[in-house]
């Protein structure tokens, strides 16, 4: 670990302050993640600055009474009990249940889970001479190397790792976005946007400017009746990172689908949302298997997968289809 | 020295933890946590390659770094002469090379310096900011690409070629059934809660202190010593609790060598302690095996020949045979032909070692699922099967056993399981969507007993202290010595404390192979003996006892804490009135067992594991729901404990056949999963119902006690019950461990 400086923000506008004109900088909120990583010495900032004081820890509904602002402090234990998020988006409450395990999810807040870094096995430690993201230039170690939980949709030449986050999957179907505040003023983010795939930079992973600082995430409202559900898959029971995870959205008549959101996890480098999976369900009976799948293929035709995970083309389409079984029982 | 049987009192009873109090409210040392004054710390810096020489490094900026004291590297740190090839009374020493000897890299992990700094903190730092130049050469990883290829002859005093009969003409003879496959587990690696650690502290330039997470007290201190050129009681190792092995703490390893190495150059007591990642190649693992089974039946189903080759991994700076054959074919099944075989390849990866059962762990693996496909072959029940193969004789030795109740194990196994309900398909029994698989499979491990010795003394007060150097690795055996000191001293186990974990205390060995309930607690009789045999002569001599002018071989144990004659029980003293009528405050004596070899009889536990799979068919994870164990281990010194020995080898079991692997990168040679997110071994959510049973008799032939060790069979077997679950589930043989989800798509 390298050594760095500590400043405490109270308020937002101080922690962005702080930060200014440092780039090295990084905003500390559960530490989960960052910590982990600068004990490894992936991450070497100069200085922290400590966001836990700010009052940015509340879930509570949007002026319009039906969306719900989720503090970018909440933790994710605490969100998943939040009888609002329960009632209202039960799929969220699915996969913030479903991530690392419970010593974890209490300390690890909303806005840090949106800037989790990857797992990949070259990015993290740093003995491996190549990783594009850490080094940029040094190359893809994953491409050629022990690459089990990486990318199929979306990658490029330069990184074929995931995001590990199971909220972000759900949030990519709740049509989220995410408030942020900077320098030159608030801002919101659709979550669509927020995240990126690698291309030529995929040591940049969101389009969140370096100095602007998470404040919250809003849910719009899901329309009336929607089903909704998460399914991971992974290589043990609990506490592993997902293989491949699904969240749904369906709005449903007698039956059959009218509209469907979906979104896929540990595929990407980003949430995938399967808009070619989504257009194809509409209209679709969810008995109607055979179309689920079809539907599942659509999305998966253009994936590439490596020599240890392309069982997860497969994976993927069977979970899309459980998803939405599962969902509209 | 009259070998009878102990009378159990204490034994079989499930008494508590003695040190469970000091270990659940953190008062319990480990050895990391001793401080002594003045305490540095050290880093190790590992190679990013696995193969080549080092031809540069540039340690200025690290020197340089707040709080360091020293850097070592092989340009500097002073050359220790490479102590013998150690044997198992003198230690045990896997990887050959002494650490900082040279430039050569033959490993990804391998030590290359030691940063010493004031603080841990300043010693990771620092270690960042040494720059090590290689010449990097391609790694052999793969046995195709091996450096070398050996069939050694031997193990242990093992034979690890063998050969009975005629294999290869039962094997082709028509009227048999056959079958043959290979199958094969991934390197494993030992992942205890406690990772290794080491304190050294120079006390004076001749006398060397270790604080050692180690499985072997004084086998460390027979190497250090020899390493150092220090007489061995010079050296003195500390080590009162152990946070789990596995096997990984049993040899002494480079950083051992490297903490006493930089306490001496920095003059301060230094501690070494292994990150996670460093515990993937500086502490041994288990080798990855491939094995080839090919059985044959005659139409009744009774085996007429098994072959059984076996190939492993071994690293450049050392030896080690994963004795699959040894482990397995070597004891489970008789038949008239039989042939096993090891096969080692050396690689650029860290040193191999042994790994809770090993060689029994996957070599059980394999022929239990061969056994599983031939009942298959042979459309008899896989449980059937067994039982009419189960043979009271050793099949290679040609020796009966001393006790056998695997016929039981089967029996009470089928009864508590429901085995009786299994429908024979495959795909035939479901749970809603899931499929339900059922398996069996028999666990098996030797029973071993060494040398150890055993001191003893009894005070006026009527308690005693009974010392051994010795280990609890966290399996209850302080506990279990209690228990037995108890029963042989004839007291309760409140007046007896049981001390261990130190190099001060008369020699025990390793506490590997399961040997140690056996080994020491058979000292422990002998000690209460000879002290028993003090004190009777004291009480015939005096004249103011009842016992007075008895013949001394007449007066026994009668009751708790009194001595009496065998003739006439109700003529009886204290052992306080003894001492007290002696003027002694206390008396002491000690017990020492030899090793002996036994020709006549075969010494081997023996159970049978049942397991129940469901399985999603669409989204293949499979969840073990049901497991039943059924040992017979001799006599269970305490039901808890041992039963806790056997569930904690059979959660292993689930890990090794549907989690566990050890990645290597396959142009660095580096481990890739070296952290426990990437490494997966069984979490709570993973494991359900677990029934352990215990059934036969004390086996007295072995010792007094009538105990078999028990620390690894639970292990052994349960990576193939779950197999076999997954086939009879599924119809789908996965030959290749871990059975992972993509495996079953």
């Known amino acids: 670990m390298n050594p760095f400086t500590y400043a405490r923000a109270k308020d937002a506008e101080s922690a962005v302050a702080l930060r200014r004109g440092d780039a090295g900088a990084k905003f500390l909120g559960g530490g989960t993640n960052l910590i982990d990583l600068m004990k490894m010495g992936v991450e070497t900032p100069t200085q922290l600055v400590d966001i836990n004081r700010l009052p940015l820890d509340k879930i509570e509904e949007l002026p319009d009474g039906r969306g719900v602002r989720i503090g970018a402090l909440a933790r994710n234990s605490d969100a998943a009990e939040n009888p609002l998020l329960r009632e209202r988006y039960p799929v969220l409450r699915e996969a913030f249940l479903s991530g690392a395990s419970p010593q974890l999810r209490n300390l690890a807040t909303v806005g840090g889970n949106l800037l989790q870094r990857t797992r990949c096995y070259y990015f993290y430690d740093p003995d491996f001479p190549a990783c594009n993201k850490r080094a940029p230039g040094s190359g893809c170690g994953a491409l050629e190397g022990y690459n089990r939980v990486h990318a199929i949709l979306g990658q490029s030449e ?30 919101s983010i659709s979550f669509g946007e927020f995240h990126r795939l690698p291309g030529d930079h995929p040591e940049i992973e969101t389009n969140l400017a370096p100095d602007e600082l998470i404040t919250a995430v809003d849910l719009p409202p899901l329309p009336a009746g929607a089903r909704t559900h998460y399914v991971k898959m992974r290589d043990r029971s609990s506490y592993a990172f997902a293989l491949v995870s699904v969240a749904v959205v369906l709005e449903l008549r007698a039956g059959t689908i009218q509209s469907a959101r979906v979104a896929l996890g540990g595929v990407a480098h980003k949430p995938w949302r399967a808009t070619k999976a989504e257009t194809r369900l509409q209209g679709v009976k969810t008995g109607d298997e055979t179309a689920l799948r079809e539907a599942a293929e659509a999305e998966l035709a253009g994936a590439k997968g490596y020599q240890h995970n392309s069982f997860k083309i497969e994976m993927a389409k069977r979970t899309i289809v459980r998803a939405i079984v599962e969902a509209a029982t | 020295m009259s070998t009878a049987a102990l009378k159990a009192q204490s034994m079989g009873q499930p008494l508590d933890r003695v040190d469970g109090r000091l270990k659940v409210t953190g008062a319990a040392t480990y050895p990391a946590e001793f401080h002594p004054a003045g305490l540095l710390y050290g880093h190790l810096v590992t190679s990013r390659i696995a193969r080549g020489t080092i ?45 900082f000897s040279d430039a050569r890299i033959s490993y990804g992990g391998q030590y290359v310096g030691v940063v010493v700094a004031d603080t841990l903190e300043q010693a990771r730092f620092a270690a960042d900011l040494l720059t090590v130049s290689y010449a990097a050469e391609t790694p052999a990883l793969r046995k195709e690409d091996a450096l070398e290829t050996k069939q050694p002859a031997e193990t242990n005093g093992e034979k690890l070629q063998f050969s009975k009969g005629d294999v290869e003409a039962a094997l082709k003879n028509a009227d048999f059934t056959r079958v043959e496959q290979t199958y094969s587990t991934p390197t494993e690696t030992h992942n205890p809660m406690e990772n290794s650690a080491t304190i050294a502290t120079w006390e ?8 050692d997470a180690t499985q072997y007290v004084k086998g460390a201190q027979s190497i250090v010593a020899r390493a150092f050129g220090l007489k061995r009681e010079d050296v003195r190792v500390i080590c009162p609790f152990v946070g789990g092995a596995f096997g990984c703490k049993g040899p002494v390893w480079p950083h051992t060598l490297v903490a006493a190495m930089a306490a001496r150059a920095v003059g301060k007591p230094v501690r070494i302690e292994l990150t996670r990642a460093q515990m993937f ?28 080759q076996s190939e492993g991994f071994t690293s450049p700076v050392g030896k080690y045979v994963e004795a699959c054959g040894i482990g397995s074919t070597h004891v489970l099944y008789d038949a008239p032909a039989i042939e096993f075989g090891h096969t080692i390849h050396t690689v650029n990866i860290g040193q191999s070692s042994f790994m809770r059962a090993p060689g ?31 043979s009271p004789n050793h099949p290679t030795k040609g020796i009966p056993f001393s006790t056998k109740f695997l016929g039981d194990c089967y029996k009470v196994g089928a009864e508590k399981f429901g085995w009786g309900r299994r429908q024979a398909a495959p ?31 009894l005070t006026a007060d009527g308690t005693a202290l009974v010392r051994c150097a010795t280990h609890d690795l966290g399996t209850g055996a302080s506990t279990a010595f209690t228990q037995i000191s108890a029963d042989a001293l004839g007291l309760p186990t409140a007046k007896i404390k049981f001390e261990l974990g130190s190099s001060d205390y008369p020699f025990g060995p390793v506490a590997g192979g399961s040997n140690s309930t056996a080994t020491v607690g058979s000292a422990i009789v002998l000690a209460a003996r000879a002290l028993q045999q003090k004190l009777a002569d004291l009480a015939v001599a005096n004249a103011e006892s009842t016992l007075y002018r008895a013949n001394a071989r007449e007066v026994v144990v009668v009751g708790p804490g009194r001595l009496g004659l065998v003739s006439n029980p109700g003529k009886s003293v204290s052992y306080a009135d003894v001492l007290s009528a002696a003027g002694l405050p206390s008396i ?17 536990s023996f159970g049978a594991q049942f397991c129940e799979v469901k399985i999603d068919p669409d989204l293949p994870l499979v969840h073990v729901t049901r497991f039943v164990s059924v040992m017979d281990c001799g006599r269970v010194i305490n039901s808890k404990l041992g039963a806790s020995q056997i569930l904690g080898g059979i959660v292993m079991g689930i890990g090794m056949a549907l989690e566990e692997e050890t990645h290597y990168d396959p142009r660095t040679g580096l481990p890739v999963t070296r952290n426990l997110a990437d490494y997966h071994v069984p979490v709570h959510a993973d494991i359900n119902a677990i029934d352990v049973t215990f059934v036969g008799e004390p086996d007295l032939q072995f010792n007094a006690m009538g105990a078999r060790g028990m620390g690894e069979i639970g292990n052994t077997g349960t990576a193939a019950a779950v197999a076999n679950a997954v086939f009879h589930a599924t119809g789908r043989r996965v030959r290749d461990l871990p059975i992972t989800p993509d495996k079953l798509l």
């Open chain 2, 281 to 308: 190649s500086g502490t041994g693992h288990r080798s990855a095996t491939s094995q080839r089974v090919a059985l044959a039946a005659s139409k009744d189903g009774r085996l007429q020949a098994i072959r059984h």
């Open chain 2, 55 to 99: 031809t540069a490094i540039d340690s200025a900026a690290a020197e340089k770094a707040p709080g360091v004291r020293a850097v070592l590297t092989h340009l500097n740190a002073p050359k220790l002469p490479e102590p013998p090839n150690a044997q198992k009374a003198e230690g045990i020493r896997l990887e050959q090379r002494v650490p």
């Open chain 2, 360 to 390: 029994e762990c996957p070599g059980t693996y394999a022929v239990e699922c061969a056994m599983d496909e031939l009942a298959t072959a042979l459309a008899l029940d896989p449980l059937e099967l067994r039982m009419l193969n189960n």
């Open chain 1, 158 to 187: 330069h990184c074929i790792a995931t995001h590990p986050s199971d909220m972000c999957v759900a949030l990519a179907v709740l049509d989220a976005s995410v408030q942020v505040t900077g320098p030159k003023g608030s801002r």
């Open chain 2, 427 to 457: 795909r035939s029994m479901k749970d809603g969507r899931l499929l339900v698989g059922w398996g069996v499979a028999t666990a098996t491990y030797p029973a071993n007993q060494w040398a150890a010795t055993v001191w003893m003394q």
């Open chain 2, 204 to 211: 004076s330039p001749e006398k060397l202190v270790l604080y």
């Open chain 2, 588 to 604: 002491d004596a000690e017990g020492e067992l030899k090793e002996e070899k036994n020709a006549k009889s075969a010494f081997q």
